[in-house]
């Protein structure tokens, strides 16, 4: 795209300036507060109708259907009401019989619908709560009169088969490679149930692994008039998102059926006896129905009204944290595969060659993060005294290089109990009463209080001992499935597992260090309390294609920066597609480095040109936890492989546009125009348009121009280049544009790392 976008003067600076100021100022979450007037609540003729400001809701007494209508009064989603209650009797069969509408109640705010004869003579009730932004779903009051187990509750569904309906269904985590699109169209006619929880096995469909995200899927209508001339322009409705608001007793599914969907929450009670009638109980969780213009707004108003709710707290940390944050990172796993060093041939000698090669290849990352196996055995927190005998040595050698040391753990994990005070009655058991083992260790029963005891002991000496900055917390997803395993206390069964080993192991390392930095594969803000930075590790099943996915991961996860979590930015094990996931990962979080510091699976090494790129975008990392990343290039929002993804991004640190990623040639809306690609940001706490310093890592050769408010005159230029060397040059600053020339390559053709932009 060329385009037009520079114009000259203070006029068209001031205009940019307004409509930005206007766009950002406050931040997201201030959206839903800022939304005008109540919802009204009328009834007749047997529907009752909910009007707001975001939304029109309507419910079907005699079909006991619901139906969304946008601001523009396009229908959005519909579906059936009632949840569905799964149950298994006395002579263990499975029963699901739906009920009927008893009664209704109505409130300026609420609906309660009372449902009769479910499941013969069980009786449920359901409340909706309405704002001007959002519908919530309070959980279901089902009272049983018989003996029988909950086995799980399908929303939007009737006869175990899904109910509700929208043209296109948005299922960010359907997927742990780009083989399926999130975004499904009606007439695809997939058939399939996938995770929307934390994932792990059994698979009920697709491999969906980790960072991805979860606990919310998105929808929205293709228009009436398909297919009309215009129809996309006019007819696409404004999407929903619907979320958890707290996490569930059970785990998380989602069914897709030729166009129609359901969420699933799965108790198992049939397994274990924990949810069983008669009495009353109260099954599913909190939902949220939050809508916008497409389903990237549409989210971001869910995560919005989680924090305005309450139910989210944005994290509040000092500078030094922060910085650890943004420390451009190399993790040993990579390296560690490529070597056959995994495991237990993890050494001193191992540690001590990626140390040689990674300062030998000219990279410069501000943290290096050793991984799995570092510990004598799983679970003991202590590194192995035959293997790694120097590895207290080796971790002070990297702070003495000024280098934040970042170590991997699976807390969950546990080889040998005793070594934690603990016994096989200690682990989580499965479906025969037996302790639950993988591979070679057992998975702890976090609601112990022996393990939390244990584990709050453990992790604490850990902190006292090695001092990390950064802990890389893996294999939450080794959670099983209900199918397969419990804990011992089933209140905090299925989703609510991982909170609570987050409990127990974050606040242990934060007593002992405020500022240890926890990363982990979440894309969820429910476990936000613990988590300061989300990784989108592991790419493996996307040899080939690494960028592609990437891409897609940071286009769903730049939105959680908005609520204090940003993303780092890994990577996948090729040299090749690294620059380009540096390029994505440059504004919404930081940097990393997976891939082997040899040869990679297609047995290229890196490049002086490649090193460039990740020493120079190093230099652009702004340390700030906290931000709003605006994307270009994911039109059009329906298309299954177009959509989803972004060919540029922008950062907005509260209403100051603080740094570009152009892929595009021009992006008129932030007054910005490159005749090639580039990174381009302020240090400075201040707009791109205003600063007096900026930095740029050139992806090819061209010109850039940028609105600007400073004085004309002279801008100097100092690019840096590979090995040390600087170039000086000079750009201009006329009539309200700043211009200058970059290239990839210096004078003498060595790789450009940076430059360095100064008004003069």
């Given amino acids: 795209m060329t385009g037009t976008i520079i114009k000259s003067g203070a006029r068209s600076l001031s205009r940019l300036y307004l409509t930005f100021g206007l766009l950002c100022a406050g931040a997201l979450l201030t959206l839903s507060a800022q939304a005008q007037g109540k919802p009204r609540l009328s009834e007749a003729n047997g529907v009752v ?119 296109f269904a948005v299922i960010p985590g359907i997927e742990d490679s780009a083989a399926i699109s999130p975004i499904i169209a009606q007439k695809v006619n997939l058939n399939m149930t996938c995770w929307l929880g934390r994932g792990g096995g059994p698979y ?79 099954l599913g969780a909190k939902l949220v129905f939050t809508f916008g213009a497409d389903f990237r707004a549409a989210t971001r108003a869910y995560y919005a009204k989680l924090v305005e709710a309450g139910i989210v707290q944005i994290p509040q940390r000092s500078a030094h944290k922060e910085a650890v944050m943004a420390a451009p990172q190399f993790n040993t796993w990579g390296d560690q595969t490529a070597q056959r060093t995994i495991g237990d041939k993890l050494t001193d000698a191992a540690l001590t060659s990626m140390h040689t090669r990674l300062r030998g290849l000219g990279l410069r990352p501000g943290m290096f993060v050793i991984d799995d196996k570092w510990e004598g055995t799983y679970g003991n927190l202590e590194h192995s005294a035959t293997r790694v005998p120097q590895f207290e040595k080796f971790l002070g050698q990297l702070r003495q290089e000024g280098m934040y040391v970042g170590v991997w753990a699976a ?45 709050r002991e453990r992790a604490r000496r850990f902190i006292q001992r090695y001092h990390p900055d950064l802990v890389k917390f893996d294999f939450g997803y080794e959670i099983p499935s209900l199918a397969l395993a419990a804990p011992r206390d089933m209140s905090f069964a299925g989703e609510r597992m991982m909170a609570k080993g987050l409990e127990i192991i974050v606040e242990a390392m934060r007593e002992e260090n405020p500022d240890i930095v926890l990363m982990y594969y979440s894309l969820t803000p429910l476990l936000g309390r613990y988590i300061d930075l989300h990784s989108p590790d592991d790419l493996y099943v996307c040899p080939g294609e690494y960028d592609v996915e990437a891409n897609r991961r940071f286009y769903f996860s730049s939105m959680l920066a908005e609520i204090g979590m940003p993303t780092y930015g890994s990577g996948g094990y090729d040299w090749e597609s690294m620059p380009e996931i540096w390029f994505d990962s440059a504004l919404i979080g930081t940097l990393g ?66 740094g570009v990623a152009l892929r595009d040639r021009s992006w008129a809306e932030m007054g910005v125009e490159a005749t090639a690609p580039l990174v381009l940001v302020t240090r400075e706490a201040a707009d791109i348009h205003a600063a007096r310093q900026l930095r740029a890592v050139p992806y090819g050769q061209g010109e850039v121009k940028l609105q600007h408010a400073g004085p004309d005159g002279r801008v100097k230029l100092r690019t840096h280049l590979v090995g040390g060397a600087i170039e000086e040059s000079a750009g201009a600053l006329a009539k309200g544009v700043l211009q200058f020339a970059f290239a990839e390559r210096g004078a003498n053709a060595a790789p450009v790392e940076w430059i360095e932009i100064t008004l003069e």
Avoid at 261 to 269: E, G, L, M
Avoid at 432 to 438: E, I, L, W
């Fill in 49 to 167: 109708r909910v009007e707001a400001a975001a939304y029109r809701w309507e419910w079907n007494q005699a079909k006991d259907t619901f139906q969304v209508f946008d601001a523009k009064d396009r229908p959005v989603v519909k579906g059936r009401l009632q949840p569905e209650i799964i149950v298994s009797t006395a002579a263990n069969a499975r029963q699901s019989q739906v009920g009927r509408v008893a009664a209704h109640t109505t409130s300026a705010d609420s609906l309660t619908v009372k449902y009769a004869c479910a499941n013969g003579t069980a009786t449920a009730s359901l409340t909706l709560r309405f704002d001007a932004t959002a519908v919530w779903f309070d959980p279901v009051a089902y009272e049983s009169t018989t003996a029988e187990d909950i086995v799980e509750v399908r929303y939007f569904s009737d006869k175990e088969k899904p109910r509700m309906q929208c043209t």
């Fill in 204 to 282: 009920p469909g697709a491999h969906q692994q980790w960072g991805l995200p979860v606990h919310y899927f998105c929808g929205f209508e293709r228009g009436k008039n398909y297919p009309s001339p215009g129809f996309l322009a006019e007819g696409l409705s404004d999407a929903f998102c619907c979320g958890l608001a707290e996490l569930p007793a059970g785990d998380m599914f989602f069914q897709t059926l030729s166009g129609t969907h359901s969420v699933i929450i799965s108790t198992r009670s049939d397994i274990w006896h924990h949810l069983r009638g008669p009495g009353k109980i109260a």
């Fill in 411 to 455: 807390f969950m994990r546990c080889e040998n109990p005793a070594e934690l005070g603990l016994t096989l009655e200690h682990m989580l058991r499965d479906v025969n009463g037996k302790p639950f083992r993988k591979n070679n260790y057992y998975l702890l029963d976090f609601t112990q209080p022996e393990v939390q005891r244990g584990l």
């Fill in 593 to 658: 480095l997976l891939q082997p510091l040899g040869p990679d699976e297609r047995g290229m090494s890196p490049t002086p040109a490649q090193i460039a790129k990740f020493n120079g975008l190093a230099q652009l990392l702004r340390p700030a936890s906290r931000f709003r990343i605006e994307v270009k290039g994911d039109r059009p929002v329906f298309a299954s492989t177009r959509a989803a993804h972004a060919s540029s991004w922008a950062r907005y640190e509260g209403a100051l546009l603080t």
